[in-house]
C-alpha cells in the first residue's frame, strides 16, 4: 500500500473544535446560541441514528438543539405547518428534515418550504441555483467536506482534472459544482457514462459518489491521483465503500477510507452551515 490515508475523523473533530470555539465567540457578541432544528418522521433505524447524532454533536459544538419526532401517519399538512412554524422561529437558525420520508407524503413539497435561508442541508432549489451561479446560499454538506479533505491533502486545486462519478442532486452535482468554483477541469460520469474506467484513469482527483459496493477498481486510478469516497454501503462484509479500496491504496496518492474518511465530514459541515446562517441572521461577520 503505497497512498495516504486521509483521516476524515481527524479532520472532522479539528472542524468540529474550531466551530465549538467559534459558536462560543458568537454567543458572546450575539447573546444567544445558534440552533438546529431537526425533524425526524417515523421511527426508521437509520435515520435515527443519524438524528441522535446530528443532536449530540450540536450540543456539543455549543448550540441548541430542537429534535421534533412526527409518527409515521403524520399528514403532509401537519409536517408543513412545522415546517413553518420553525421557519418563523427566532431561536432556529438551520431546518433539517432528515430524509427519505414516508411514501404519502411528497418530499419535494416539504423541502422546498424550508427557508432557502435556513436550509443548512443545502439542498433547496434556491441554494442550488446560487452554488451554480456564485451566490452565497448553504452547500451541501458531503460535497463540502469532500472539499475541504482535498483541499487538506493538496493545496490549490486550480487545473486539476477532476471525475465525479455520481449526478444526484445531494452529492454529485454539487460536488462537480465545488470542484469547478476551485477551477479544475470537472467531469461528471453516471450510469450510462462509456468506458468508465478510462474516464476515472485521466483524473487527478475521483470522487465515487454511486452506492455501487468496490466499484471503482484499482486498475482505473491513475498513479499517485487523491480518491474520494463517498459510498456508504452496508454489505456482509460490514460497511463497505464504492471504491475496492485495497486496489486503489496502491495506486493512489491519497485516499480516504469507508468508515472515517468523509462520513465524520458531513455532520461537522452541517454545524458549520448552522454557525454561518446564525452569523448571517444576526448580522454578524463570520471569521472562517
Ligand atoms: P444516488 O443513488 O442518488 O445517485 C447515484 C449516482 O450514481 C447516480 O447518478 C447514478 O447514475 C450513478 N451510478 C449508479 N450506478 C452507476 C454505475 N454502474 N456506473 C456509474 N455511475 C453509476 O446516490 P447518492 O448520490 O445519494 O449517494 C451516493 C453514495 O454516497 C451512496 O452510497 C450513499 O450512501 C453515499 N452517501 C454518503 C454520504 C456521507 O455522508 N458520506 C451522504 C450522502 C450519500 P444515474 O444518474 O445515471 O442513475
Redesign the pocket.
Known amino acids: 500500500m503505497s497512498a495516504t490515508i486521509i483521516d476524515g475523523k481527524a479532520a472532522a473533530a479539528a472542524l468540529r473544535e474550531r466551530i465549538r470555539l467559534q459558536t462560543e465567540g458568537f454567543v458572546a457578541r450575539a447573546g444567544r446560541k445558534p440552533g438546529l432544528a431537526v425533524v425526524l418522521v417515523g421511527e426508521d433505524p437509520a435515520s435515527s441514528v443519524y438524528v441522535r447524532s446530528k443532536g449530540k454533536a450540536t450540543i456539543a459544538a455549543g448550540m441548541a438543539s430542537f429534535e421534533h419526532k412526527l409518527p409515521i401517519d403524520v399528514s403532509q399538512d401537519e409536517l408543513i405547518a412545522l415546517v413553518d412554524s420553525l421557519n418563523a422561529d427566532e431561536a432556529v437558525d438551520g431546518i433539517l428534515v432528515q430524509l427519505p420520508l414516508p411514501k404519502h407524503i411528497d418530499e419535494q413539497a416539504v423541502t422546498t418550504r424550508i427557508d432557502p435561508d435556513k436550509d443548512v442541508d443545502g439542498f433547496h432549489p434556491v441554494n442550488a441555483g446560487r452554488l451554480a451561479t456564485g451566490l452565497n446560499g448553504f452547500v451541501p ?2 460535497p463540502y ?1 469532500c472539499i475541504m479533505l482535498l483541499k487538506e491533502q493538496l493545496g490549490d486545486l486550480t487545473g486539476l482534472d477532476a471525475v465525479v ?8 452535482k454539487p460536488m462537480a459544482q465545488l470542484l469547478l468554483k476551485e477551477s479544475c477541469t470537472v467531469t461528471v ?5 462509456r468506458d ?1 474506467a478510462s474516464v476515472v484513469h485521466r483524473a487527478d482527483i475521483v470522487v465515487a ?4 459496493p468496490h ?1 471503482v477498481k484499482g486498475e482505473w486510478i491513475k498513479p499517485g491521483a487523491t480518491v474520494i469516497d ?4 452496508r454489505t456482509e462484509d460490514g460497511l463497505v465503500g ?1 471504491v475496492d479500496f485495497a486496489g486503489a491504496a496502491s495506486v493512489a496518492g491519497a485516499i480516504t477510507p469507508v468508515p472515517g474518511g ?2 465524520p ?2 455532520i461537522a459541515v452541517l454545524l458549520r452551515n448552522t454557525l454561518i446562517s446564525a452569523h448571517r441572521r444576526a448580522g454578524v461577520a463570520y471569521d472562517k
Not at 165 to 172: A, D, H, L, Q, Y
Not at 230 to 233: E, F, K
Request: charged share 10%; proline share 0%.
Open positions: 454538506c458531503t467536506g462519478i455520481g449526478r444526484s442532486n445531494i452529492v454529485g460520469a453516471h450510469s450510462r457514462t468508465l459518489a454511486v452506492g455501487v466499484m463517498v459510498g456508504i454501503n464504492d468523509v462520513g465530514m458531513t
